[in-house]
């Protein structure tokens, strides 16, 4: 059971790891590690996303590029950095995040929907 376990979780990885082979991508999970939903977009920009209505037990970049943790919901004001490929637990004080390529302004957000719904 064990060897089928590491096996599925190494192949989930490995496909994930494909799969975002070109853009920049962030994971979340909720509260109860239950929910998941990945949020993706090109190489080329960088994006704001608001969480406002998400909730943010955990996030980790693979890979999120240059990665700002907001309280804000518009990714404006402090931050916290996370580097990419890494993940911040007890997350639920972000209420907006900015990823992507270092050096370049954020667009968005668009919106503040719930993205587990």
């Known amino acids: 059971m064990v060897k089928t376990t590491s ?7 490995v496909c994930a790891q494909v ?3 070109d853009n920049y991508c962030i994971g979340l999970w909720n509260n109860g590690g239950s929910l998941f939903n990945s949020l993706c977009h090109d190489t080329s920009s960088r994006v704001c996303y608001c969480l406002r209505n998400t909730q943010t037990a ?3 970049g693979f890979p999120g590029g240059d990665i700002k943790l ?4 518009d990714c404006k004001g ?5 580097e990419s490929e890494s ?5 639920q004080w972000v209420n907006s995040v900015s990823f992507g390529r270092s050096g370049i302004s954020s667009s968005g957000p668009y919106g503040c929907p719930n993205y587990y719904a």
């Open 7 to 13: 096996i599925i979780v190494l192949l989930s990885a």
């Open 19 to 21: 799969a975002f082979a």
């Open 58 to 60: 955990t996030i980790e």
């Open 70 to 73: 907001f309280a804000s919901s």
């Open 78 to 82: 402090p931050f916290q950095s996370i």
């Open 87 to 91: 993940k911040v637990n007890n997350a």
